[in-house]
């Protein structure tokens, strides 16, 4: 990897703070996403480089690296490899899921490695070969296509035979890998390509999915059919994808894109549930001391912390400790801020405190308690 510029390496060690910081929790999960969702978008090449950045880390021979190397995997699964597909990082991704799959789950690594091995050693022949034989076939009906073909990494293997509950890797039918994109967006002409596919090849009907006749709930549309003998001599079903480009595109970078629908993130529902409907630019990312991961509106105040955890908790509130110093209770949190809010063993809120906030929720909470004890409040400021 080049040599980082300081504002670079300070970027990333602020990404690699908010991955080592947040507890592993489905909340914290949903908001870190949320969180790197917006970096990436603004800092795209930078996330590139990122990768390596981490891959650096997590092979690394360094005391401190070593410390951290369970929680950072642990954060890359769940966090940045689900980022990395939405952004079409594809071959970074598996090369670092592989990595962390072997820190964290090294018996089945090794184990499922060694089943593979005969597999991954003769990957590139078997694309090569593969594509050879699709792209004469298409070429002699005068198609214009893209053709892709790709092996699947360990660690996918291990996802697919957990999720099929399968333990044999030749009872998959997508270790390897081929996609036709047809240059013209006529849905008809897909169907005609899968028609030469199984008038020249064995097929398994059982594995066959029409997602251009019946889309998937996200809109993805694309036809999957499954090959046996399409390698010779292969004891492995090979997945053929047939599209067109208005669906490849939609695909790779619709809205409703296939990243969504594979990981079922309900990430608009709990942001929604949890949090105001501001944009990501507009909001400020930080933590609690316990290491849970809170999004609000930027400028937000210790105050409107405070009553966001909970009224009793803003009534009693006196001050806070941000990032080991004391701070008064209208300090503006920053982004990555650790907020610990500290308070007294009674209530104390007073109407001057409408002064240190222009938050609707926290200002309605002080209101409805000066009203409430009106003069039994105990103790100032």
């Known amino acids: 990897m080049p040599v980082l510029t300081k504002k670079t390496l300070g970027l990333f060690e602020r990404w690699l703070d908010f991955l080592l910081t947040a507890n592993n929790n489905s909340a914290n999960k949903v908001v870190l996403i949320d969180f790197f969702l917006k970096e990436f978008t603004k800092n795209t090449k930078e ?3 990122f990768l390596f950045y981490l891959e650096n880390i997590l092979t690394s021979k360094k005391q401190s690296h070593i410390a951290t190397r369970d929680n950072l995997a642990t954060k890359h699964i769940n966090i940045i490899s689900p980022l990395s597909d939405r952004f079409n990082f594809y071959e970074e991704k598996c090369k670092l899921d592989d990595i962390c ?5 090294p018996k089945k690594y090794k184990k499922l490695s060694r089943e593979v091995l005969r597999y991954k050693k003769n ?12 792209n004469n076939l298409l070429l002699n009906k005068n198609y214009e296509f893209i053709l892709r073909g790709r092996y699947k990494n360990i660690y996918s293997i291990y996802q697919k035979l957990q999720k099929k509950q399968k333990k044999k890797i030749n009872s998959l039918s997508d270790v390897f890998a081929f996609r036709i994109i047809l240059k013209n967006n006529n849905p ?48 492995l ?9 208005k669906m490849h595109d939609f695909a790779e970078k619709g809205l409703a894109a296939h990243w969504l629908y594979k990981h079922q993130i309900s990430h608009f529902e709990f942001q929604n549930k949890f949090f105001p409907a501001h944009r990501a630019e507009d909001m400020v990312y930080f933590f609690s001391f316990e290491g849970d991961l809170f999004k609000m509106e930027k400028g937000v105040k210790i105050i409107d912390f405070a009553y966001n955890i909970h009224t009793s908790i803003g009534n009693k509130a006196k001050s806070a400790i941000v990032n080991g110093n004391i701070k008064n209770i209208d300090y503006e949190i920053k982004e990555g801020d650790k907020v610990k809010i500290l308070k007294s063993s009674f209530d104390r809120v007073k109407i001057k405190w409408l002064e240190y906030t222009s938050n609707k929720n ?13 003069n039994n409040l105990q103790a100032t400021n």
């Open 237 to 245: 079903l090979i997945e053929v994808q047939i599209r067109s480009q």
């Open 188 to 235: 008809q002409a897909c169907y005609q390509i899968l028609s030469l596919l199984h008038d020249n090849f064995n097929v398994l009907s059982k594995k066959f999915k029409d997602y251009i006749n019946i889309p998937k709930i996200n809109g993805y549309q694309s036809i999957h059919t499954s090959l046996k003998d399409l390698i010779p001599n292969l004891d």
């Open 362 to 374: 926290t200002r309605k909470k002080i209101i409805y308690a000066t009203k409430k004890y009106g």
């Open 101 to 105: 799959f072997k820190i964290l789950e």
């Open 123 to 134: 990957s590139k022949k078997i694309i090569k070969q593969g594509s050879n034989i699709l």
């Open 47 to 49: 996330f590139y480089r």
